[in-house]
């Protein structure tokens, strides 16, 4: 199995911007655009603010296509909306144009029918696969990754890029990226801090497969960028981890 990819970020999550500048100055000069499915949770929320207080990005936004990752059955306007939080720290921010963002319609009693109206739009324009240039994910303190939660029907979907899982553990049905979206996608970014980095050493050392993150663990495109502690955890799990610095120039491709 491939080594997986884990940078420790010294200013987590800061530290991804520089990975993001060289990642969407490839894509824009590559392909005039930079496609990406944004996290939802607390961990990038940092991240994002930066990003949009970063001067020499002002003039990439333009180019940026924003969808999400993930989504909970609620409304955008929503205190737990993951549309919410990345609408206040970044698009708006940005003044990114409506045309330029992508939300799944979450707030629909048929979720299903939003999932298969989002797939749609995550397919417009593309040659049948969403070909997202990046896919920004935390995880859980259960291995879960967008809405890919353990032992839900989603972990299993192949013929799909984006549906409604039930999560019987919430007691409700999330919209979530699939597996083959995320293996579809150029590249994949998991932030992961805090006390979380057992659960990591289990999903990328001994690849306890209960752990939807233990799917990511051997694929070329992911990297897995970490804080202090969970850099320890990992290390001391004899897990090879880099400085962040270490990638800059692979425009945050593993
Ligand atoms: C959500 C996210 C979920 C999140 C992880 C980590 O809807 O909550 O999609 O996958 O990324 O649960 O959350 P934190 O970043 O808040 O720890």
Same mark, same amino acid.
């Given at each position: 199995?491939?080594?997986?990819?884990?940078?420790?970020?010294?200013?987590?999550?800061?530290?991804?911007? #520089? @990975?993001?500048?060289?990642?969407? =100055?490839?894509?824009?000069?590559?392909? &005039?655009? /930079?496609?990406?499915?944004? !996290?939802? *949770?607390?961990?990038?929320?940092?991240?994002?603010?930066?990003?949009?207080?970063?001067?020499?990005?002002?003039?990439?936004?333009?180019?940026?296509?924003?969808?999400?990752?993930?989504?909970?059955?609620?409304?955008?306007?929503?205190?737990?909306?993951?549309?919410?939080?990345?609408?206040?720290?970044?698009?708006?921010?940005?003044?990114?144009?409506?045309?330029?963002?992508?939300?799944?319609?979450?707030?629909?009693?048929?979720?299903?029918?939003?999932?298969?109206?989002?797939?749609?739009?995550?397919?417009?324009?593309?040659?049948?696969?969403?070909?997202? #240039? @990046?896919?920004?994910?935390?995880? =859980?303190?259960?291995?879960?990754?967008? &809405?890919? /939660?353990?032992?839900?029907? !989603?972990? *299993?979907?192949?013929?799909?890029?984006?549906?409604?899982?039930?999560?019987?553990?919430?007691?409700?049905?999330?919209?979530?990226?699939?597996?083959?979206?995320?293996?579809?996608?150029?590249?994949?970014?998991?932030?992961?801090?805090?006390?979380?980095?057992?659960?990591?050493?289990?999903?990328?050392?001994?690849?306890?497969?209960?752990?939807?993150?233990?799917?990511?663990?051997?694929?070329?495109?992911?990297?897995?960028?970490?804080?202090?502690?969970?850099?320890?955890?990992?290390?001391?799990?004899?897990?090879?981890?880099?400085?962040?610095?270490?990638?800059?120039?692979?425009?945050?491709?593993?």
């Amino acid at each position: 199995m491939p080594r997986a990819t884990i940078l420790e970020d010294d200013r987590f999550p800061l530290g991804a911007a #520089d @990975l993001w500048r060289e990642a969407v =100055g490839e894509a824009i000069s590559e392909r &005039s655009a /930079f496609r990406v499915a944004f !996290a939802g *949770g607390g961990t990038p929320r940092p991240l994002y603010r930066a990003l949009a207080a970063e001067p020499e990005l002002a003039g990439s936004w333009r180019r940026v296509r924003a969808f999400l990752g993930d989504e909970r059955p609620v409304a955008p306007s929503h205190p737990e909306s993951n549309w919410r939080m990345l609408a206040e720290s970044l698009l708006d921010p940005v003044s990114l144009p409506e045309a330029s963002r992508a939300r799944p319609r979450s707030e629909e009693e048929d979720l299903e029918r939003a999932a298969r109206d989002y797939e749609a739009v995550l397919l417009e324009g593309t040659r049948g696969s969403p070909s997202l #240039d @990046l896919v920004l994910l935390g995880m =859980g303190p259960d291995g879960h990754v967008a &809405s890919l /939660f353990p032992g839900t029907d !989603a972990l *299993g979907v192949e013929d799909r890029w984006f549906v409604a899982n039930r999560v019987p553990q919430l007691s409700a049905t999330r919209l979530t990226l699939t597996f083959p979206a995320l293996r579809d996608a150029r590249a994949v970014w998991v932030l992961v801090g805090g006390d979380k980095g057992d659960v990591l050493a289990r999903a990328l050392g001994a690849g306890d497969q209960s752990l939807p993150a233990a799917r990511l663990a051997g694929w070329e495109r992911v990297v897995w960028i970490v804080d202090r502690e969970v850099a320890r955890v990992l290390a001391a799990n004899e897990l090879k981890v880099e400085p962040l610095g270490a990638m800059s120039g692979r425009g945050g491709r593993a």
